[in-house]
């Protein structure tokens, strides 16, 4: 967390935390941000988006310098943006999965949405296509050609050579940071995360880390939490969803003030997002979990493997071996399929071919629907083939899934042993 937060955060960490609130557990940051007055943590936004756009100023003035521009463009880069104005933000690499255009799904709404008088938005811009990735950059040039736009200029900025340092600034200074992926694309969501320390807010679909983060009282979601393809009627759907968001709760709730000029229901998502979110998405809880999950099972299953001369340890390499030696003579003989009231029973027959019925297990499976996780029914031993060296075993699904859904499966089984890490192998029926 110390990598991003910006030196303002820190401190207001610091009062209301302590110094090394990133060393223990942190199981009373939550409480302790919550105490944190209204005031301050609208004087931590206000600066925090000035110094954001005193830099992009002079990062946007430079790059047009670099580029050649008139001397008259350089000097208008230098007065772009209102420091009290909603900043928007948008970086990452440009990707047609990223949907990084989904804004501009409508250009002349964004723009009505931009150069509101009363309630002006600004927007930052920021990323890059990989070379060899023509659609990446085609979508960049589409909001280079509206950023061209007279009207649109003063009110969106693109800041190119995106890197480290720029994106430091953008999570620091941002008022709302938008991700628009589509899902199940999105591989985590880093930079959404690294604005809550500086009291960002996100406004994200419901993919990667957001799909467990998103309450509304910490942000905004888009999306069903559901897969839609790459249809186009559903991105059409989801802009429309997004300017909806932007019009009708995002703007109206920073631009509505108390008496003292504080935005108190803004602050209010602001000081839970920030309570929150913040200890659960950190490096923090990444190590512990990693530590607790991983690290420590695996040092046990280390000393296991490894007592009495290494005892489990053979028995686990004679196991392998005997699977190596015989997996290929394994096969499915007969399935048969009934339906019996609110239920399906499968049967089938497994000739194991002198394996060890205990170093496999047989399960029936199905692929998942709706995102959710896979079917992985055990099977059970019912009955020995008489003379056949078969078995057969079976199980028995609800009826809420056709039973074409379902395949038998032999998969390697041993206690103690990772599958499919150390041991691959899958017979499916055929």
Not at 117 to 130: E, N, W
Not at 263 to 280: G, N, Y
Not at 412 to 419: I, L
Request: proline letters at 6%.
């Amino acid at each position: 967390m110390p990598t991003w937060d910006s030196a303002a955060a820190d401190d207001l960490w610091t009062e209301a935390c302590g110094k090394d609130r990133w060393l223990g557990t942190m199981e009373t940051l939550e409480q302790d941000i919550r105490g944190v007055a209204d005031a301050k943590l609208w004087q931590l936004r206000t600066a925090a988006t000035r110094s954001l756009v005193e830099y992009a100023r002079e990062r946007l003035s430079g790059q047009l310098a670099a580029s050649g521009a008139s001397p008259e463009a350089v000097d208008g880069a230098k007065h772009l943006f209102d420091p009290n104005a909603l900043t928007l933000g948008f970086a990452r690499r440009f990707a047609p999965y990223k949907r990084p255009n989904l804004l501009l799904h409508d250009p002349e709404r964004l723009l009505r949405l931009l150069t509101d008088s009363q309630r002006p938005v600004q927007l930052i811009i920021a990323g890059k296509a990989h070379p060899a990735d023509q659609a990446g950059q085609a979508l960049i040039r589409e909001w280079t050609h509206f950023i061209r736009r007279p009207e649109a200029r003063p009110h969106v900025i693109f800041l190119s050579d995106y890197d480290m340092l720029l994106t430091e600034h953008l999570v620091q200074g941002v008022d709302v940071w938008i991700n628009t992926p589509r899902r199940p694309w999105e591989a985590c969501g880093t930079s959404g995360m690294k604005v809550l320390v500086n009291g960002g807010i996100n406004l994200s679909e419901l993919d990667g880390w957001w799909a467990e983060a998103y309450t509304p009282e910490v942000g905004w979601a888009l999306g069903d939490g559901r897969e839609h393809g790459d249809d186009p009627a559903w991105d059409a759907a989801e802009a429309e969803a997004l300017y909806g968001l932007l019009e009708r709760e995002v703007i109206p709730e920073f631009y509505t003030r108390n008496k003292k000029g504080i935005p108190t229901a803004w602050v209010a998502r602001m000081r839970e997002s920030m309570a929150r979110l913040t200890p659960r998405f950190s490096a923090n809880r990444t190590v512990r979990e990693y530590t607790e999950q991983h690290y420590l099972p695996a040092a046990s299953s280390y000393r296991e493997r490894a007592a009495a001369k290494g005892a489990v340890g053979k028995q686990m390499v004679n196991w392998r071996q005997a699977l190596d030696q015989k997996w290929e003579r394994l096969r499915f003989g007969e399935m048969k399929v009934s339906t019996d009231g609110e239920k399906h029973v499968f049967e089938v027959q497994v000739y194991l071919s002198g394996l060890d019925e205990n170093s496999v297990r047989v399960e029936l499976y199905a692929d998942s629907v709706n995102g959710g996780e896979p079917v992985r029914q055990e099977m059970k031993r019912v009955s020995q083939l008489a003379g056949a060296n078969g078995t057969i075993y079976s199980t028995q699904v609800p009826t809420t899934r056709p039973a074409t859904d379902y395949t038998a499966r032999v998969i390697p089984h041993c206690s103690g042993v990772a599958v499919p890490l150390e041991a691959d192998p899958i017979l499916w029926q055929r």
